[in-house]
């Protein structure tokens, strides 16, 4: 996490140092991804604590099954059981299935659709800079290389919090009870 900022916090100071017009451009899109982590991360803290929940109940149907075998057998509950421990499973991967069908598009738009466009963005202005002698072919092919690092930053800090969302779902729901 620690090295995934200083990276970002280096490179941003060298895209400025070296253009600050397209710096500010490149910069266009993160307050989109700002947003998105913000929407994303609130879902994906309630659907954690869902999908944990829904973990705990199966586990529990099963422990519970195991613990009284002999009456289970005794009283032919085998299948009642069973299908207990179904139902819970079912909800556990419905809700493991919406989770993933979440962070699909959130990855999709943050990952890569806005990088892309603010890299068009910057190819696009970068070639009238050049073409009006403001920016020379080097700045350019150099800015886009310090913009590629900056995005594997901010995809590397992006994983991590997507992570961390997950994780203090996960604790909320082992604190909870």
Not at 130 to 155: H, I, P, R, T
Request: charged share 15%.
């Amino acid at each position: 996490f620690l090295r995934s900022i200083l990276q970002a916090a280096l490179t941003i100071s060298f895209m400025y140092w070296l253009n600050w017009r397209l710096a500010t451009l490149a910069f266009i899109t993160v307050p989109n991804v700002v947003l998105a982590s913000k929407i994303f991360g609130n879902y994906m803290r309630t659907l954690t604590k869902k999908v944990q929940k829904a973990l705990a109940e199966s586990t529990a149907a099963a422990e519970e099954a195991l613990s009284s075998m002999r009456t289970v057998k005794t009283h032919a509950a085998e299948q009642e059981m069973s299908r207990r421990y179904a139902v819970h499973l079912k909800e556990y991967r419905r809700l493991s299935m919406l989770s993933a069908a979440v962070y699909f598009p959130f990855s999709a738009l943050t990952y890569t659709f806005l990088p892309y466009c603010a890299s068009c963005l910057v190819l696009y202005y970068g070639g009238k800079l050049v073409n009006n002698d403001k920016c020379s072919n080097g700045e350019l092919v150099s800015f886009v290389f310090y913009m590629q690092s900056l995005f594997a930053s901010f995809n590397s800090l992006a994983s991590i919090y997507a992570g961390l969302v997950q994780a203090v779902g996960a604790a909320g729901k082992v604190y909870e009870g």
